[in-house]
């Protein structure tokens, strides 16, 4: 097997670093559930991809270290999280193409600050409508529109709410390249002015990351028709009606959640099933908002709400038995042939350094506090890490 080249093993550095804030700032969030958890991850990525640029300015490297990031963040030993993984991607993709085309400088990097933030937002927009459908967007309008009227002030149409929305990530998207910009400068001087700091001998042994339990059994043509699977149910139940479309998803749900039961650690929290029962409900009360009905719950935005659940049930279940089947040896052989070999060598290595490296980062609340001198340190480390994995080949 070939060697890690320098450009990757900078990337398994970066994308270990950020999967251990990803991970300590997630855990944070996920205990005290505070909204926009997302986009504050987003905004901590934005700050550490930016800061890490202004360190080693090379093409490539965002992308590769997205990739480390979102296969870090997303496997489990059971599944694959897909939605993470996409979004993580996407910012990271902004980030590399915004650099690429408009060069390493602090307008460019504001603009790409902008779009990888926004990015959150879009991203959990597309995946509740693949959740939820377009229903939910008459919802959440007729929500903010009844919450207006409280305060006597005029309805808003989705497009103006959707560009306050996005004066507010621009804000903040411009805020986060900023402090990446700065801190990546500071890091550079204060490396040039110190010893770079030296790190325990440790073990660090690229290891398996694409791993399943003994019992797990995977199939290609499993593989191949939960991908089918997926868009056929979605297409039945747009347009085939309430009948046909739930009943393949409702048949769909027993018998590859049963199957798959063991990779369904979603369904087991109850934070998922207190989102669908607030879903329900407020298609219930909001569904005919604005159409002189005298009465406070719609029987027909009740059906609206439990189609949306089923439909996210659907997704939910297709897409963790879709995530089992991509461990397929095949596929993994198939990845190596076409030149993902040195990506699963630089996440094993990533992955491998994980523990050390969350143990040497601030805890979740000092992070917050102080995201400044928080993102600092990782920065000020990456030569370290970066010499220690060249050691460990």
């Known amino acids: 097997m070939k060697k890690i080249d320098n450009l990757w093993l900078k990337a ?20 005290t559930r505070l909204p926009f958890a997302g986009s504050m991850l987003a905004f901590a990525g934005t700050v550490l991809l930016i ?4 360190i080693w300015p090379q093409k490539g490297l965002i992308i590769r270290a997205g990739l480390i990031t979102a296969v870090m963040k997303s496997v489990s030993p059971s599944a694959i999280i897909i939605g993470p993984m996409t979004g993580i991607l996407l910012e990271a993709a902004l980030i590399e193409f915004i650099i690429l085309i408009a060069g390493n400088n602090i307008v460019s990097l504001m603009l790409a600050g902008t779009l990888s933030l926004s990015s959150a937002l879009f991203h959990k927009v597309i995946s509740l409508l693949i959740f939820y459908g377009f229903d939910l967007i ?3 309008v007729n929500v903010i529109n009844f919450a207006l009227k409280q305060f006597g002030l005029k309805e808003a149409g989705e497009w103006q709410i959707l560009i306050a929305l996005l004066a507010v990530y621009t804000f903040f998207g411009v805020l986060a390249a ?8 500071k890091a550079i001087r204060m490396r040039k002015e110190s010893n770079i700091i030296e790190l325990e001998e440790r073990e660090i042994r690229p290891k398996e990351f694409f791993e399943i339990r003994d019992d797990q059994k995977t199939s290609i043509l499993l593989l191949i028709i939960h991908i089918l699977a997926i868009p056929v149910g979605l297409y039945l139940l747009n347009y085939w009606g309430l009948v046909v479309g ?3 998803i409702v048949l769909y749900i027993i018998i590859v959640g049963y199957k798959y039961r063991f990779a369904l650690r979603r369904l087991k929290k109850p934070i998922f099933w207190s989102q669908l029962i607030i879903i329900i409900l407020l298609s219930a009360v909001f569904w005919d908002v604005g159409d002189n009905k005298n009465h406070w719950i719609s029987e027909e935005g009740i059906i609206v709400g439990v189609e949306m659940m089923f439909r996210a049930l659907f997704i939910v279940i297709a897409f963790s038995a879709l995530s089992v089947e991509l461990r397929n040896e095949k596929v993994r052989k198939f990845l190596y042939k076409i030149g993902f070999g040195k990506f699963y060598q630089s996440v094993g290595m990533a992955f491998s350094a994980l523990p050390v490296m969350i143990a040497l ?3 979740s609340k000092e992070i917050i506090k102080n995201p400044a001198k928080s993102f600092l340190m990782p920065l000020i480390m990456a030569e370290s890490w970066l010499k220690l994995f060249e050691e460990s080949l």
């Open 12 to 31: 398994a550095v970066v994308g270990g670093l950020w999967a251990s804030i990803e991970i300590i700032i997630g855990s944070f969030l996920h205990n």
């Open 51 to 54: 800061g890490f640029y202004q």
């Open 138 to 140: 008459k919802i959440y």
């Open 178 to 185: 900023s402090l990446g910009y700065y801190i990546g400068r």
């Open 246 to 248: 739930l009943s393949y």
């Open 361 to 363: 980062l601030p805890v």
